[in-house]
């Protein structure tokens, strides 16, 4: 099957300090990329939909300003969390897709912000 | 909006028996219906989609009804093994948007 990497894995910053998290398709064309978020024991909820050159659409409660979504090529997309608070600490998942079927989804970014 | 429910938080089996998880949803139908596996710490992975307009699919030890009427789908894994111990999560998809819209999951324990 196709393959999603992100990274960092896990990262633990300070609060108020900026984090980027790169998602990597490796083995296909990515026409569209999405970001979860996943708090303990909850399930993925989506937070934007980005498709290559153009702007990302945001779901209803997540802030643009905040998590800045960038897919600049057909195999990566990166999500910039700004200013993050200890409320922003959460598992993150990007996934790809070059249908409307699949998802490929990457391992996982735990964010920890201190 | 759209609403999806799974069966039970957790969902505890012998081994070598089937273990049946369940996904409703309200509202309109999605044009399919997937389920994924999610390990803990890890991403979700593909296991089998169905469309609308199919009934029953099968993939090796695995399951999955589609039932419209009823606003439901059944996930099953037959002769099950620890190995299948995971949280099971199905997922709604429209075909005006490649979005999907996850349910809470199932946790699903195959004791020995």
């Known amino acids: 099957g196709a393959v999603v990497s992100q990274h960092p894995s896990r990262v633990i910053c300070k609060s108020g300090t900026s984090v980027k998290i790169e998602c990597r398709s490796l083995d296909f064309q990515a026409t569209t990329m999405f970001w979860y978020r996943q708090f303990p024991k909850q399930s993925l909820m989506l937070m934007a939909t980005?498709?290559?050159?153009?702007?990302?659409?945001?779901e209803q409660g997540v802030e643009k300003d905040k998590f800045l979504i960038n897919h600049a090529s057909l195999t990566l997309s990166t999500l910039t969390v700004t200013s993050a608070h200890p409320e922003d600490s959460s598992f993150y998942i990007c996934?790809?897709?070059?249908?409307?079927?699949?998802?490929?989804f990457g391992p996982g970014t735990r964010l920890t912000v201190l | 909006s759209q609403k999806i429910e799974q069966n039970s938080e957790a969902l505890n089996i012998q081994e070598g028996k089937t273990a049946t998880l369940t996904c409703n949803y309200t509202n309109y139908s999605p044009a399919y219906l997937q389920w994924y596996r999610q390990d803990p710490g890890r991403g979700p992975v593909f296991l089998l989609l169905?469309?609308?307009?199919?009934k029953e699919k099968r993939k090796e030890r695995l399951k999955v009804t589609f039932d419209t009427t009823l606003k439901q789908s059944l996930f099953h894994i037959t002769a099950s093994q620890p190995a299948d111990s995971a949280t099971y999560l199905c997922a709604l998809g429209y075909s005006s948007a490649s979005k999907i819209i996850f349910g809470s999951g199932t946790r699903l324990s195959i004791r020995p």
């Open positions: 996934s790809g897709t070059f249908s409307y079927n699949e998802q490929f």
């Open positions: 980005s498709n290559e050159g153009s702007k990302a659409t945001y």
């Open positions: 169905i469309r609308e307009n199919e």
